[in-house]
């Protein structure tokens, strides 16, 4: 069966230090990998999403950028975090297919100091 | 623009049923999806209509209506567990989810 493994659970960093966020999802080959962020009571943002190795799509202008250095590994990065950047950070795969369900890791949530 | 409208908040009592309401307006249809996410945690699959109707999963029923840009997510026989936030996302033209912002349903004993 597939998982979908997302680290770390928990993040504190202060304004104006990188981060890295990693996903990997196992069990499935060449799935659409997804970046969405949660905040507070707010519905899911579609940060970047990817079809394929190096094919990212950028939903929203920010200071993030995501990576797909393998199938199945998905990167969120920042080289200076802001506090607006807080928040719930969810990675997701789905099969190919136009019709397949999104699958969420278990997030990171992320507070910017 | 695209739009998914969702009550805020729901209270039912413990053994009761429940209908949560979605209505969307979007740039063309591929099918619509309900998520259960628990507080503070990440949100799970619960079910996936692109035909109008009923689909059945255990106490868990969604049913849509294209026609009308309308679904509904039905829970029986809730138990406290059910407490969360229920999340309706619709498939556009292009393939690309649009999120409702969620609701939030509190089950009291």
């Known amino acids: 069966s597939q998982t979908i493994h997302q680290w770390p659970a928990t993040l504190v960093q202060p304004v104006g230090s990188p981060l890295s966020l990693e996903c990997t999802v196992e069990?499935?080959?060449?799935?659409?990998l997804y970046w969405y962020r949660q905040a507070a009571g707010r519905g899911l943002q579609l940060l970047f999403y990817s079809v394929g190795i190096g094919q990212i799509s950028s939903e929203v202008p920010q200071n993030l950028s995501a990576s797909r250095p393998q199938d199945r590994q998905f990167i969120l990065s920042s080289k200076k975090l802001l506090l607006s950047d807080s928040g719930f950070y969810l990675c997701?795969?789905?099969?190919?297919?136009?019709?397949?369900?999104?699958?969420f890791g278990n997030g990171t949530r992320l507070t910017v100091t | 623009g695209q739009n998914i409208d969702q009550p805020t908040e729901m209270t039912a009592t413990e053994g009761a049923i429940v209908q949560i309401n979605c209505t969307y307006q979007?740039?063309?249809?591929?099918?619509l999806f309900w998520y259960q996410q628990h507080a503070g945690e990440a949100p799970t699959f619960l079910s996936y209509n692109v035909l109008d109707g009923l689909e059945e999963k255990g106490r868990f029923s969604s049913f849509l209506s294209r026609s009308k840009g309308y679904s509904y997510l039905l829970l029986k026989e809730l138990q406290m567990k059910d407490s969360a936030s229920y999340l309706c996302?619709?498939?556009?033209?292009?393939?690309?989810?649009?999120w409702g912002a969620g609701t939030k349903l509190i089950i009291k004993p």
């Open positions: 069990g499935t080959s060449n799935p659409n």
């Open positions: 979007t740039s063309g249809f591929n099918g």
């Open positions: 996302a619709v498939k556009d033209s292009n393939y690309q989810l649009i």
């Open positions: 997701a795969w789905s099969e190919s297919s136009e019709y397949s369900p999104l699958h």
